[in-house]
């Protein structure tokens, strides 16, 4: 047997002002066939899968290119172009194949292409024919379109947010592929468009049982796989919303039947499943007040896993007129302030601009005198088995406040954010994050209580309000019934 993989992923936010292009995919993660690390990253679990497979099965396994992007504003189409083409050319010089396995993310949109993945997939299939099994992984935070559904065979989704789960995903898409090669099943993918926009944390109830019934419908041989979309509300997609995927032994109705009744479950979940947000001035009010700490607060609105720049200076700003006396800031990025710390060196004192470049409303530039208390390069943090990039970092302190520095966009994953950069958090009354949950499975272990803080600013976090073009479907909550309403 002859197995082709590739990976091909970042998130849209098509409201972001930023641009993304291939410079965004070398930055983050660019390995061409066969240099994939050992190791994982978020959309390319399949790769590692099925080289642990390999060692014991008996089939040829071809590389395609794995590449990635920090989640950013619209991919433009000279980019797209490129790389769609060249994981299809490798696929066109792979046959004849027996099956194709892609790890993607499910949120990319380019410039002149609303559905890349669909686009991609349907192109696959068009290469290798209807007789071979195509597998594909996806985020939750994504847009389930039609064309996906109608050209895969196997769609496996990560059920947790935060994606504790992506190198599991990988492997439970691969074991499918597998048992379907070998004639064990014969994999059916059914859909139900649960017409729901809404934050989705598995943290916390009601989405936490709702994963574990998920998880156990597979355990005992219900399907083969269950998964949910969340959907991603940044990025202007004709399918935007949420999704109940389900794959059987060849029992479409079946199927169908489970995922609306899963569907209909979750959208009786609409507006009760977010955490409690509080406002900038509150969360670190209440933070610094604390018996113990540290307590770690979310600036979820200015997250980079969003697509946004993640420079926004709003929470700073609160903390520096509060006058916080034992804080930490992870992260603001500024390659141009990082440049400048790593010039004055170590130990140096300067006035320094910082943050506040990228958007008219993520708040001004902040001016302040600071210590640099470490320069680093290429430096990293951990997300599970994934080494995550955060290229050259400084930590500067004003008065009672760390904050890093990074030249790379990156959300906030783990604790090592900090601790690789010399900054004990556990010291700290206050840590802030940029990261609207992702953070959550690391920084819970560590944190004495976590808060969300919500900061209007580049994110569109409100679907009433969002300017959507795409979008034809009636969708909870731009629709309170809509179900009850036809589409226009």
């Known amino acids: ?29 660019y390995a061409p066939p066969g240099a994939h690390p050992e190791t994982p990253t978020l959309c390319s679990g399949v790769f590692p899968a099925l080289r642990r497979a390999s060692q014991d099965q008996d089939f040829d396994l071809i590389e395609g290119t ?55 997939l349907e192109a ?43 190198a599991e995903t990988g492997e439970a898409c691969v074991d499918l592929v597998l048992r379907a090669l070998r004639g064990e099943i014969t994999p059916v993918v059914s859909a139900f468009d649960v017409r729901m926009m809404d934050i989705l944390p598995t943290s916390q109830t009601p989405m936490r049982g709702f994963v574990d019934r998920m998880k156990a419908m597979e355990e005992d041989g219900t399907v083969l796989s269950v998964s949910a979309i969340h959907g991603f509300m940044a990025g202007d997609s004709p399918d935007l919303g949420a999704k109940i995927v389900v794959v059987t032994d060849n029992d479409k109705d079946k199927g169908e039947a489970i995922a609306k009744c899963l ?6 979940f609409r507006g009760q499943t977010k955490p409690v947000f509080l406002n900038a001035a509150d ?13 770690v607060v979310a600036d979820v609105w200015d997250n980079p896993g969003g697509g946004v720049a993640g420079d926004s200076t709003l929470l700073l700003q609160e903390a520096i007129k509060q006058n916080l006396q034992s804080a930490a800031f992870g992260t603001i990025w500024d390659p141009m302030a990082v440049r400048l710390c790593h010039a004055a060196g170590e130990g140096a004192t300067l006035n320094l601009r910082f943050g506040g470049k990228t958007s ?36 500067i302190q004003l008065g009672g406040i760390e904050v890093v520095l990074n030249s790379n966009r990156s959300q906030a994953f783990s604790p090592d954010l900090f601790t690789n950069l010399g900054i004990d958090i556990t010291s700290k ?9 992702h953070f959550y499975g690391a920084f819970a272990d560590i944190a004495a209580e976590v808060l969300y803080a919500s900061v209007d600013g580049p994110y569109p976090n409100n679907p009433r309000t969002t300017p959507y073009t795409r979008l034809k479907r009636p969708v909870w909550p731009i629709v309170a019934n809509p179900f009850e309403v036809a589409e226009s």
């Open 1 to 29: 047997m002859r197995i082709f993989c590739a990976s091909l992923a970042t998130e849209t936010n098509t409201f972001s002002p930023l641009r993304t292009d291939f410079a965004d995919f070398k930055q983050s993660f």
């Open 429 to 437: 009354k206050v840590v802030v994050v940029k990261s609207t949950n």
């Open 66 to 120: 794995a590449t990635w992007a920090e989640p950013g504003g619209l991919l433009n189409a000279e980019t797209w172009t490129y790389l769609r083409d060249e994981i299809l050319d490798q696929v066109r010089a792979a046959l004849p194949l027996d099956a194709v396995v892609l790890g993607l993310h499910g949120a990319m949109i380019a410039d002149g292409c609303s559905d890349c993945e669909g686009v991609l």
């Open 124 to 166: 696959v299939r068009d290469i290798v024919g209807s007789e071979t099994i195509v597998g594909v992984t996806f985020d939750p935070h994504s847009h389930l379109s039609q064309k996906r559904v109608d050209n895969a065979d196997i769609i496996t989704v990560f059920k947790e947010f935060p994606h504790t789960d992506f």
């Open 263 to 268: 569907g209909e479950e979750l959208f009786s």
């Open 283 to 295: 969360a670190l009010r209440r933070a610094n007040s604390a018996r113990s700490g540290p307590v």
């Open 360 to 395: 008219a409303t993520a708040g001004d530039p902040i001016d302040a005198h600071v210590t640099v208390l470490r320069n680093q390069r290429d430096a990293v943090q951990s997300f599970g088995t994934s080494v995550v990039p955060l290229g050259d970092c400084s930590v």
